[in-house]
């Protein structure tokens, strides 16, 4: 059976079945229609509109992997797989982060940890799109290092009180619920935290600033302050002190979920600039003519196609179960590094048409440089890989 080529029909793939199939068309369905007549006004306004994201309710999109209780469609990794691949091609970072922070970064906390009484008081509408989810992880001082984190929680009579603040947060502006994690431990016991449901209108909790980006702009990104905010006791997700082990679980479906959105965005630019260099002429030929392009091109296509295969095979081992810490570590360093080598090449390619904003690979190598900074740094990355070797 023929390996797909990047960009090209992953149907000929032996990891994807006909659900999958169905899946990726309706996806693409979606996108053309209602994501690029309008993500540049998205791009101009900073966030995407939350009728757009309930549309992706009513569309089973936002529910790929949960439970059909919950009104998911009980999916496995890799439908996870064709949603980020697909919302990467929409060539739209901002709004493909926008869902997939909702879907499979922010969510999955609920969907694993939670008690019954959470789980049906907020999973429909999560599933629906009439609330939206955000992770609150990082915090000024604690990105990739989950052990420098400051804020704290602490028990008061029927309540936690959160005290911090956290940092680049998707979807941070205009999430309804938002699942926090904070210092529960004794002091020096850096690991001892826990995982928090923190809905938008807990006392002592508000969005301190909008932060303003190089990329990714039609995502909401911000700063978010609890000062003695006050949640129910009922509001702690999962074990008291283990939301370290919870953070870190769920990092793994993160990872593979990042990289297959940036290699659905290589994918796409390469297509792109294939059709920019066939029609384009310079001395008296097309820039395809000119071996040195065909054979940058041709590499940045057999990377892309190789990347693929290592998610497609991390996603099918995930969904058997099996442990794939090193390798979403692997697939997290590689996609980072080689999503803005393929940009660098497809706008240098575009030459001056490139910069123009009118250009979609501008905006998507604006894009792409944070890939190999979110969701876990390249050389902590390469740290992780090592340490499993």
């Known amino acids: 059976?023929?390996?797909?080529?990047?960009?090209?029909?992953?149907?000929?793939?032996?990891?994807?079945?006909?659900?999958?199939?169905?899946?990726?068309?309706?996806?693409?369905?979606?996108?053309?229609?209602?994501?690029?007549?309008?993500?540049?006004?998205?791009?101009?306004?900073?966030?995407?509109?939350?009728?757009?994201?309930?549309?992706?309710?009513?569309l089973g999109l936002l529910g790929i992997r949960f439970d059909p209780e919950h009104g998911g469609s009980g999916l496995d990794t890799l439908a996870t797989v064709v949603l980020a691949e697909e919302l990467g091609r929409s060539t739209y970072g901002g709004f493909a982060i926008t869902v997939l922070v909702h879907t499979d970064m922010a969510t999955p906390h609920l969907w694993h940890a939670g008690t019954a009484e959470q789980q049906a008081r907020l999973m429909p509408d999560l599933v629906m799109g009439r609330k939206i989810a955000a992770v609150a992880m990082t915090e000024p001082d604690a990105g990739s290092d989950l052990a420098s984190m400051r804020t704290t929680a602490r028990r008061e009579g029927d309540h936690w009180v959160l005290n911090g603040a956290k940092m680049f947060i998707t979807n941070g502006v205009h999430a309804d619920v938002y699942f926090v994690a904070a210092k529960t431990g004794e002091p020096g016991r850096n690991h001892q935290m826990s995982m928090f449901i923190v809905e938008k209108d807990a006392p002592g909790f508000r969005v301190s600033r909008a932060l303003k980006k190089q990329g990714w702009l039609s995502s909401d990104t911000a700063e978010l302050s609890f000062d003695d905010c006050r949640i129910p006791l009922d509001n702690l997700l999962g074990e008291e002190n283990r939301g370290f082990q919870a953070l870190v679980r769920n990092l793994q479906n993160e990872r593979i979920v990042l990289g297959a959105q940036s290699m659905g965005e290589a994918a796409k630019a390469i297509e792109l600039t294939l059709d920019w260099v066939r029609n384009r002429k310079a001395f008296g030929a097309s820039l395809w003519d000119k071996q040195t392009i065909r054979h940058r091109l041709a590499t940045r296509a057999t990377q892309v196609a190789a990347a693929q295969a290592?998610?497609?095979?991390?996603?099918?081992?995930?969904?058997?179960?099996?442990?794939?810490?090193?390798?979403?570590?692997?697939?997290?360093?590689?996609?980072?590094?080689?999503?803005?080598?393929?940009?660098?090449?497809?706008?240098?390619?575009?030459?001056?048409?490139?910069?123009?904003?009118?250009?979609?690979?501008?905006?998507?190598?604006?894009?792409?440089?944070?890939?190999?900074?979110?969701?876990?740094?390249?050389?902590?990355?390469?740290?992780?890989?090592?340490?499993?070797?």
């Open 310 to 389: 290592l998610i497609y095979n991390t996603a099918w081992r995930d969904a058997q179960g099996q442990s794939v810490t090193k390798e979403v570590s692997m697939i997290k360093a590689l996609v980072g590094t080689l999503i803005n080598e393929v940009m660098y090449d497809c706008l240098q390619f575009h030459g001056g048409m490139g910069y123009m904003r009118e250009t979609p690979i501008e905006r998507m190598s604006r894009d792409a440089r944070v890939q190999a900074i979110g969701g876990g740094a390249t050389e902590v990355m390469l740290e992780e890989v090592a340490k499993r070797m």
């Open 1 to 58: 059976m023929n390996a797909p080529a990047a960009g090209g029909d992953v149907r000929t793939s032996p990891f994807f079945t006909h659900d999958h199939e169905l899946l990726r068309d309706t996806i693409r369905r979606f996108v053309a229609d209602r994501v690029l007549p309008h993500a540049d006004a998205w791009e101009e306004a900073g966030f995407v509109p939350r009728d757009v994201l309930r549309e992706m309710g009513d």
